[in-house]
């Protein structure tokens, strides 16, 4: 009764849900207008398949993926939720999935309406919604994140991690004292991730995945809830030897306090296929930590995302690339989605609100597709590009 007390707690008091998941992909997305407003200065878009995806409300999204052409870049903006969209000019940088350019990119941020970034390892910034870019002067990106106020880009030189912020709608990036360890190349795992929530930031350096994790291989955690300065150590939840490595989190939609946490031991499985996964919660920002039901023994993490409400999804990659989820809070999971990749990533797994969230999956490899839920995650929609 205790841990089930705990689970309840994690939810933010929102009322149980069915513990059955639906997986069938009908949920509504907004009605397009009779003739929709074309976004000036752009072309109606070709064939084209998402890698990428950034909304920044329910009916602004840009997404980023192949333009015709193995290496070229191609992006999209839709103004009514994904019902209709238009072709932004090509921005002036390959797609990095099978390019190995410097400049090349696999993901896009924005940040509201006219601000956004496409990065990895490249960095181009828009302030015209995507019209124009200009490179950004940084080293190689490994990740980006946007909070209130702040962007923030994690880059890699001669394998030391380097902290940059810019302010939203400047081009100027300011270099950010890291926490002691930070810096440093990791032996194993993800390297090091970072998420952002309002001013609160948190960094992660993952943990040894392997089948045994010595105390010293759990990982650890950093949180700044001043704008990347004034870092504190959290302890990694993650329980050696038999608890897995600390492999990726997510701070829930409007609660900065509130993480989860999953660590994972891939078991040296075969294509990932019996795996474990051992999550844990957080809602003090990470100074105590709460067990949860696994939510999944198969595949390895790739993206972690939680809605505010008591509704979490772990994306994984395996022999059969899925989406898990719960809708109450932690206690139950499901299989939502499976995109029928195989180790063929996933990209954007982020809510905008309660209701709306997105994914794109598989990324590269296979035909891609761009998911949609109006309902907390309960069902997926493909939007068609």
Do not use: C, I
């Given at each position: 009764m205790r841990h089930r007390n705990l689970v309840a707690g994690w939810s933010w008091g929102v009322a149980a849900v069915s513990a059955l998941m639906m997986t069938a992909c009908g949920s509504a997305v907004p009605t397009a207008p009779a003739s929709?407003?074309?976004?000036?200065?752009?072309?109606?878009?070709?064939?084209?398949e998402p890698a990428a995806v950034s909304f920044v409300s329910p009916s602004q999204g840009w997404v980023l993926g192949h333009g015709g052409c193995q290496h070229c870049a191609g992006l999209r903006v839709t103004r009514d939720g994904g019902v209709h969209?238009?072709?932004?000019?090509?921005?002036?940088?390959?797609?990095?999935?099978?390019?190995?350019?410097?400049?090349?990119?696999?993901?896009?941020?924005?940040?509201?309406?006219?601000?956004?970034?496409?990065?990895?390892?490249?960095?181009?910034?828009?302030?015209?919604?995507?019209?124009?870019?200009?490179?950004?002067?940084?080293?190689?990106?490994?990740a980006l994140s946007v909070g209130t106020s702040y962007a923030y880009a994690l880059t890699r030189h001669s394998g030391l991690a380097g902290l940059w912020r810019t302010a939203i709608g400047s081009s100027h990036w300011a270099r950010l004292p890291l926490p002691p360890g930070a810096s440093q190349p990791a032996s194993w795992g993800y390297g090091t991730q970072m998420y952002a929530e309002g001013g609160t930031l948190v960094l992660l350096r993952s943990g040894f995945i392997g089948p045994t994790v010595t105390r010293g291989q759990a990982g650890q955690l950093w949180v700044s809830r001043h704008n990347g300065t004034g870092w504190q150590a959290r302890p990694a939840p993650c329980t050696p030897p038999g608890g897995g490595g600390a492999a990726v989190l997510s701070i829930a939609l409007g609660h900065p306090d509130a993480w989860l946490l999953d660590c994972f031991k891939n078991k040296q499985s075969s294509q990932e296929q019996n795996t474990q996964h051992y999550l844990y919660g957080t809602t003090d920002g990470g100074l105590s930590w709460v067990r949860l039901p696994d939510p999944t023994r198969h595949n390895m993490p790739s993206l972690l995302t939680d809605n505010g409400s008591g509704h979490a999804f772990l994306a994984t990659e395996g022999l059969f690339d899925s989406l898990v989820g719960t809708l109450d809070g932690g206690r139950h999971w499901h299989t939502v989605l499976r995109d029928g990749g195989s180790f063929y990533g996933w990209a954007g797994l982020r809510f905008v609100n309660a209701d709306t969230g997105f994914v794109v999956g598989p990324t590269h490899y296979s035909p891609e597709h761009l998911y949609r839920t109006d309902n907390g995650g309960r069902t997926w929609q493909v939007l068609h590009l």
């Open positions: 929709p407003s074309p976004v000036p200065g752009v072309s109606k878009p070709a064939g084209f969209w238009t072709a932004l000019p090509a921005p002036p940088a390959p797609l990095g999935y099978s390019n190995s350019s410097a400049n090349a990119v696999t993901e896009v941020a924005f940040a509201d309406d006219a601000n956004g970034f496409l990065y990895g390892p490249g960095m181009l910034a828009t302030h015209d919604g995507g019209r124009s870019w200009t490179r950004q002067p940084l080293p190689p990106v490994q």
